[in-house]
């Protein structure tokens, strides 16, 4: 199975040519990028998008591998896709949203914990 990141030079500018209005149109949609944000699981990302975004779904993904789409191969495909865009450097940026292990650290304690200082 092909992934966007096996595509270089010319063949990644073609294959982008072809994926930027059915990406486009998916990650715009307010439910999809909420979902980014919330961090819910792929699959359901996946089950929404086949829901409300069918074509666009099946562009992109046909557009990255050609085998013929079917029940078995169809939600693997998907989610595959899925995950490489939201696991990429490059794409955090462009479709803000926040890649796993990219989160600054955030203090766990309440701001009235003690630190074991005695009031100095």
């Known amino acids: 199975m092909k992934r966007l990141s096996d595509y270089k030079g010319e063949d990644a ?5 072809d994926l930027l209005d059915p990406i486009t149109d998916i990650f715009k949609d307010p439910e999809v990028l909420n979902g980014i944000k919330e961090g819910k699981n792929t699959i359901e990302k996946a089950q929404y998008i086949l ?3 069918k074509k666009n ?4 993904i046909l557009a990255i591998d050609p085998t013929p789409i079917n029940g078995l191969n169809l939600i ?3 989610v595959d ?7 990429s450097e490059e794409f955090g940026d462009f479709f803000g949203s926040p890649r796993p292990g990219t989160m600054e650290n955030v203090s766990s304690g309440s701001v ?4 074991g200082a005695e009031g100095k």
């Open 76 to 78: 693997v495909r998907l």
């Open 112 to 115: 009235m914990e003690s630190t």
């Open 81 to 87: 896709v899925l995950m490489e865009i939201e696991n």
């Open 13 to 17: 500018i073609e294959l982008w040519a």
């Open 57 to 60: 779904a099946v562009k992109m």
């Open 51 to 53: 829901k409300k975004h």
